[in-house]
């Protein structure tokens, strides 16, 4: 374990139950993904607002990221993620009577629900980082998220496999998810994070302009959102991409399968890279592999241009992600965290809702192309911030890295 001290059992118990309650939200998520932009298209009177569905859902997380910060600042982990757990399977049933119906407005109105349960489970790696010794939280995050393995290989799936099981079409893909959200909020009842004491709860501590005034939080949060930024608008667009270029949506779910495999799997070792070489390394490393993304996406749209694109994307994500979440962690203190971590949150999803809707947008009147090139100014400011920022520190030996 490179000289790091063993892990407590608590821990270990906390982290797997995590990793579990986010392998079923990423089935939840993914799911929604491969299914609600074709679901949207073929609802929606205007063709352009076929990402909507997906939109609303990042909407709806957004709205509740900082209310499920402060829910949990007060009533804890535990609580808050039974609660988001709730909002998965209220969003999962208006959504199967939405197709049930034949409503757009209502399939919207669902995603924003889900969009809600989205925002609690964000925080699982913020409660990893809680139940975790201090030289163990960039490992903590990473082990968090290898759940999301589980997420992408069965999410892809339960849209293939559900897609006609009931008519009409995808209403057996929303049942489904109930069960998921319903499994999720059993998890969550499992949990035994220790709560904040009553001085954190009650202390404001500094003002959020003063947190964020911070350069490793510029940074952080640059990071957070170049990754989720570049990953959604590719991804939501993605569907309808293949789907223009004549792709079954077999393919369409390999695709996303082995994205959702790009996003996790590499959190085995990400922890351990970080500890090795440092964070913002990370963050570096991770905007190159957007910006190889992106060249590949712009070189062809045949199967393999989109598996190593979408594949590539992942693991960039992963990088930025899991790096800017433990940059982060550095930048407050216990009685902040609530504030910082819903904040940071609210801009992220914020970003990741108007990219979403971006892509049906940027899909059917600008085409695969031009969706690309925008997103290239975004990660080449993020490499540059970080380069910045490594230089800096390399400078200033005192920093810790």
């Known amino acids: 374990m490179s000289g790091a001290p063993s892990a407590p059992p608590a821990y270990r118990r906390n982290v797997a139950l995590l990793a579990a309650a986010q392998a079923l939200l990423l089935v939840n998520g993914v799911t929604l993904v491969a299914i609600n932009g074709l679901l949207g298209l073929q609802l929606a009177t205007d063709k352009r607002l076929a990402t909507l569905p997906v939109t609303t859902y990042v909407i709806g997380a957004a709205l509740a990221a900082l209310p499920a910060a402060l829910f949990m600042k007060r009533h804890g982990r535990r609580a808050g993620f039974m609660l988001g757990a709730g909002f998965g399977i209220g ?77 009409p079409t995808y209403l057996a893909s929303h049942a489904m998810l109930m069960a998921f959200a319903a499994l999720a909020l059993l998890v ?48 939501t667009a993605t569907p309808l991409a293949m789907d223009v270029c004549g792709l ?24 351990d890279l970080i500890r090795r070489f440092g964070v913002l390394p990370l963050l570096l490393s991770g905007a190159a592999l957007l910006l190889v993304c992106i060249g590949i996406a712009l070189a062809g749209v045949t199967l393999m241009h989109f598996w190593w694109a979408l594949l590539l994307l992942g693991v960039g994500w992963n990088f930025l992600f899991v790096g800017g979440t433990t940059l982060l962690a550095d930048t407050c203190r216990p009685e902040e965290k609530a504030k910082v ?12 809702g108007a990219t979403s809707f971006a892509a049906g947008l940027l899909i059917t009147d600008g085409g695969w192309t031009t969706l690309n090139l925008l997103a290239l100014p975004l990660v080449v400011v993020t490499a540059l911030a970080s380069c910045r920022s490594w230089w800096a520190r390399r400078r200033t030996p005192t920093v810790s890295g």
């Open 341 to 352: 971590q819903g904040g940071n949150d609210f801009v992220v999803l914020a970003v990741q």
């Open 248 to 271: 079954a949506f077999a393919d369409t779910a390999l695709i996303l399968q082995w994205h959702v495999i790009g996003m996790f799997a590499p959190s085995f070792v990400t922890g």
């Open 188 to 235: 969550a009842s499992r949990l035994d994070i220790p709560p904040l004491s009553a001085s954190e709860k009650n202390a404001a501590g500094r003002p959020f302009g003063e947190i964020a005034r911070q350069p490793d939080f510029v940074v952080a949060l640059l990071a957070a959102v170049c990754g989720y930024a570049t990953m959604n608008l590719l991804m």
């Open 91 to 167: 969003g999962a049933a208006l959504s199967a009577l939405a197709v049930f119906l034949a409503s757009f407005p209502l399939l919207c109105l669902g995603t924003v629900l889900a969009g809600c349960y989205n925002a609690f489970g964000q925080q699982y790696r913020f409660a990893a980082v809680d139940a975790a010794p201090v030289d163990w939280r960039g490992k903590a995050i990473s082990l968090t998220l290898t759940g999301g393995i589980v997420g992408g290989i069965v999410g892809p799936q339960v849209g293939t496999l559900t897609r006609d099981l009931w008519q």
